[in-house]
């Protein structure tokens, strides 16, 4: 009976897949990636074995999951199309990458996931596998199995005793690590409709709260944020502090329309207050010591990185070599930025490093003036030079 190890989240369609699997022959070794997805790990082992796993490995990745992939993405300001902040795009390059490691110490055969076949995660994780070992069998059961609906999966779950918590007053697919959650289905599909309150995880409620101005003050060295609020703070403890802060006022909700790899548009809906919070105070501080020929350029490759990781490409030489040119650009990203809460928003209202290569006595119109005003002819001069007519 040949191995398969199983990307599994606890959820209807994986805890399906096992059973499935297994009526294929398989033997299923189900792995569960602990990256903050605040879901009963318990209960979903438990789940797993009923559903006829011969075993279930859990790793906590959490700590590796921040440092080798959302600095490297918050270091590159990487945020898809302008708004998405790529919380489960990060996650699959890292939950596949350890899915192959585990099928090589249980001597697998074949990995497997329980991605549709219109998404873009079936690329994230089918990419990274072959990446890493083109020799593993890949199943995808959900683009392969008989049933056509939910509804027939939850049937064929009673059908074999798998305990599944499903709800109508649920209708919404949600995934959810440390940097975000991502909300789909029900009345979202339709991209005119406004999303409800009961959607959102985090932000919930944060219409009707009462909440003054906040100012909090974020501190980076070389590009990586190690403390807050003059306090300096163990990465994992930051980013869930500022996920705590940011959603009490509502802030890093995004409701957009996606252009997915597959080729279809699709409505997304997305919280991510500790994301937003640190990309806004990453970039300002880096307008600050970064000068404007490397800001400049930096800013395509910003959107180049984005796409990387939203296609897929994690474990690629262009995304290394991208990640190169990135850490060169941090050295000096060093410093404080203060930034002031509002229901809804953030807004940067103060920063300072040690590198800020901002001049008083170059920017003021004030008495410390010590900038040359008499240069600026020449300047223009030759500035226009190539384009003056001589009509």
Request: net charge positive; aromatic share 8%; proline share 3%.
């Amino acid at each position: 009976m040949k191995k398969v190890v199983l990307a599994y989240s606890g959820g209807l369609d994986t805890s399906v897949a096992i059973r499935w699997l297994k009526t294929k022959g398989y033997e299923v070794i189900a792995f569960m990636a602990d990256i903050g997805q605040e879901k009963t790990t318990d209960a979903a082992i438990r789940r797993a074995r009923t559903a006829g796993a011969s075993k279930v490995v859990v790793r906590d990745l959490k700590k590796k999951f921040i440092a080798e992939y959302l600095w490297p993405a918050l270091k590159a300001d990487a945020v898809y199309e302008g708004r998405y902040t790529l919380a489960t795009a990060l996650s699959r390059p890292l939950i596949a990458a350890e899915q192959v490691a585990v099928a090589h110490e249980e001597k697998a055969a074949a990995v497997a996931h329980g991605c549709t076949g219109k998404g873009n995660d079936q690329v994230r994780f089918e990419v990274t596998v072959q990446a890493l070992d083109g020799r593993l069998e890949i199943l995808a059961p959900v683009r392969e199995w008989e049933f056509k609906s939910r509804e027939e999966e939850v049937l064929y779950a009673q059908r074999h005793g798998i305990p599944i918590d499903v709800s109508k007053k649920n209708p919404f697919s949600i995934d959810k690590n440390i940097w975000g959650v991502s909300v789909e289905a029900g009345i979202l599909e339709n991209p005119n409709a406004e999303p409800p309150e009961e959607a959102f995880q985090w932000t919930r409620g944060a219409g009707k709260r009462n909440v003054k101005e906040r100012l909090i003050e974020v501190e980076f060295l070389k590009g990586i944020p190690i403390g807050l609020n003059g306090r300096r703070k163990e990465a994992l403890s930051l980013i869930e502090e500022l996920n705590q802060i940011g959603a009490l006022y509502g802030i890093g909700r995004t409701d957009m329309m996606e252009n997915r790899l597959v080729g279809i548009k699709s409505r997304e809906t997305y919280e991510a207050p500790a994301a937003t919070l640190l990309l806004q105070a990453h970039k300002d501080l880096e307008s600050l010591v970064l000068d404007r020929e490397l800001l400049h350029y930096k800013e395509s490759v910003s959107q180049k990185v984005a796409e990387i990781i939203y296609y897929g490409l994690w474990f690629t030489p262009l995304r290394k070599a991208l990640d190169a040119f990135v850490n060169a650009t941090q050295g000096k990203v060093t410093g404080r930025v203060r930034l002031k809460l509002r229901k809804y928003s953030a807004q940067v209202v103060g920063r300072n490093s040690p590198y800020s290569l901002y001049r008083e006595s170059l920017a003021t119109y004030g008495a410390k003036d010590a900038f040359d005003q008499r240069l600026a002819k020449g300047f223009i001069d030759l500035w226009a030079l190539p384009y003056k007519s001589n009509r």
